[in-house]
T-cell receptor, first 113, second 112 residues
Framework: DAKTTQPTSMDCAEGRAANLPCNHSTISGNEYVYWYRQIHSQGPQYIIHGLKNNETNEMASLIITEDRKSSTLILPHATLRDTAVYYCIVRVVSQGGSEKLVFGKGTKLTVNP | DGGITQSPKYLFRKEGQNVTLSCEQNLNHDAMYWYRQDPGQGLRLIYYSQIVNDFQKGDIAEGYSVSREKKESFPLTVTSAQKNPTAFYLC???????????FGDGTRLSIL
């Protein structure tokens, strides 16, 4: 089962910042938070990941609370092409030691003109 | 350009037939993965490979087989033993098991 909770859907106006929340209250100290997005009928696209410090790259910023029980993905200036399902994932290591990503149902973000 | 290529994009299979899905990467990644996605659901791990000539079962390996004879290739065979093969299949790769995974554009398999 996914270890994260996300809203089912969100809307955002084009040009505005999109703030996507994620709860991961059972995260353990050595688990990272990853964000991916999936545009319809395509493979997931890696966005960003972090452990406890805030992270920023060319796509987005990731804000992780001090207790690490929740995080927010920020798309600073959303465009219509950012419409997608956004997945917040806590990295799970299975019995075999794999880098298994457990995808939940994600948040469907719709950017409106 | 570097990336992951899955082919074909759409695949049809008759019941009782085996079918092989192709996944090739030129990213020089050691680790490769196969996931299955059903409508409205997240991804589930079928198999993964940490390095050439090695692979491990994921959560839903029954009815599937893989091989990893070359670093850049990780084909998935959907056998007739897989009871519900209709799904969207995604291949991914990463530099190693600790680095982010990068995905191909998927193969949509349908049973005739």
């Amino acid at each position: 089962d996914a270890k994260t909770t996300q809203p089912t859907s969100m809307d955002c106006a084009e040009g505005r910042a999109a703030n996507l929340p994620c709860n991961h209250s059972t995260i353990s100290g050595n688990e990272y938070v990853y964000w991916y997005r999936q545009i319809h009928s395509q493979g997931p696209q890696y966005i960003i990941h972090g452990l406890k410090n805030n992270e920023t790259n060319e796509m987005a910023s990731l804000i992780i609370t001090e207790d690490r029980k929740s995080s927010t993905l920020i798309l600073p200036h959303a465009t219509l092409r950012d419409t997608a399902v956004y997945y917040c994932i806590v990295r799970v290591v299975s019995q075999g030691g794999s880098e298994k990503l457990v995808f939940g149902k994600g948040t469907k973000l719709t950017v409106n003109p | 350009d570097g990336g992951i290529t899955q082919s074909p994009k759409y695949l049809f299979r008759k019941e009782g037939q085996n079918v092989t899905l192709s996944c090739e990467q030129n990213l020089n990644h050691d680790a490769m993965y196969w996931y299955r996605q059903d409508p409205g659901q997240g991804l589930r791990l079928i198999y993964y490979s940490q390095i050439v000539n090695d692979f491990q079962k994921g959560d839903i390996a029954e009815g599937y087989s893989v091989s990893r004879e070359k670093k850049e290739s990780f084909p998935l065979t959907v056998t007739s033993a897989q009871k519900n093969p209709t799904a969207f299949y995604l291949c991914a790769s990463s530099l190693n098991l600790n680095q982010p995974q990068h995905f191909g554009d998927g193969t949509r398999l349908s049973i005739l």
